[in-house]
């Protein structure tokens, strides 16, 4: 009984031993001077497209559309058909080029700073805007915005 207690100890510190070797080796290859720094955040390229050509896809074949936008980062460039607020979220509406058309790009913002250059706005400005497609409701959806 006595050899059983005596080997599982032994095996405990031998196993002890290598943990605390393996974890002194990774703390000699990191330098210590300096905390480590977060990986960089992949830069996500944006979708380069006006505001005529992504409404005309989303009138043309939404389910193509929310496959190619959907969820994903664009630079829609285009100019101000509408700008306004609704239900606490303040909009842009970037017209789709057509005279009586209904849809058209509307992109939604949220950050002050943002929202203070949309105050400097006036139906008619040219602007390139950025930000995550949400799918068409009855405008084309573009959340989290911001101007270029």
């Known amino acids: 009984?006595?050899?059983k207690i005596l080997i599982a100890i032994i095996a405990i510190v031998v196993i002890g031993g290598i943990?605390?070797?393996?974890g002194d080796d990774e703390k000699a290859s990191t330098p210590t001077s300096s905390k480590s720094a977060p990986a960089p955040k992949p830069v996500v390229e944006?979708?380069?497209v006006t505001a005529a050509d992504l409404a005309a896809v989303y009138e043309s074949n939404e389910v193509k559309a929310d496959q190619t936008y959907k969820g994903k980062m664009v630079e829609?460039?285009?100019t101000v058909d509408n700008i306004g607020v609704s239900i606490g979220q303040t909009y842009v509406v970037l017209s789709n080029g057509k005279e009586y058309s209904?849809?058209?790009?509307q992109c939604f913002f949220k950050s002050e700073s943002e929202i203070a250059k949309v105050a400097e706005l006036k139906k008619g400005d040219s602007v390139t805007i950025q930000g995550k497609v949400d799918g068409k409701s009855i405008n084309v959806g573009v959340n989290n915005c911001i101007l270029k």
């Open 1 to 3: 009984m006595f050899k």
């Open 19 to 22: 943990a605390s070797a393996s």
């Open 46 to 48: 944006a979708i380069k």
């Open 76 to 78: 829609v460039t285009g």
């Open 102 to 105: 209904i849809v058209g790009v």
